[in-house]
């Protein structure tokens, strides 16, 4: 079965960094697109950035690009999310889930609105906090 653990988050201050991993297990991590979501209080789960299967394209949701880096190293089952510059409006459950197999979904690049959380393994784990103060 598959199993998801996210790590790394944190209180961070404005402009400051924090870096996000999440290990997966049951799966074969390699073959998959990995993406990272997030939850505000009050808010519906939503996309926050997308890497395909061997990180030869990533997609960003408008609010963090160019702050944001994901990456990922396969041999180490493992995705990671860099987020430099944060904001108060950057603060919520941080989750990662396999997006679907081989690369990044159009969803992540034909729109300019938010990536709906409907990965294609819907096996989430406890998701990490960050909590960003202004």
């Known amino acids: 079965q598959v199993h998801v653990v996210e790590s790394g988050g944190g209180l961070v201050e404005a402009g400051g960094s924090v870096r996000l991993s999440c290990t997966v297990s049951g799966l074969d991590f390699g073959g998959y697109a990995m993406a990272w979501f997030r939850q505000a209080p009050g808010k519906e789960r939503e996309g926050v950035a997308c890497i395909g299967f061997n990180s030869n394209s990533a997609y960003y949701t408008g609010s963090v690009k160019g702050r944001f880096t994901i990456s990922r190293d396969n041999a180490a089952n493992t995705l990671y999310l860099q987020m430099n510059n944060v904001k108060p409006e950057d603060t919520a459950i941080y989750y990662c889930?396999?997006?679907?197999?081989?690369?990044?979904?159009?969803?992540?690049?034909?729109?300019?609105?938010?990536?709906?959380?409907?990965?294609?393994?819907?096996?989430w784990g406890q998701g990490t906090q960050v909590t960003v103060s202004s």
């Open positions: 889930a396999a997006e679907r197999v081989g690369f990044c979904p159009g969803s992540w690049y034909l729109s300019a609105g938010a990536v709906a959380a409907q990965p294609a393994v819907a096996v």
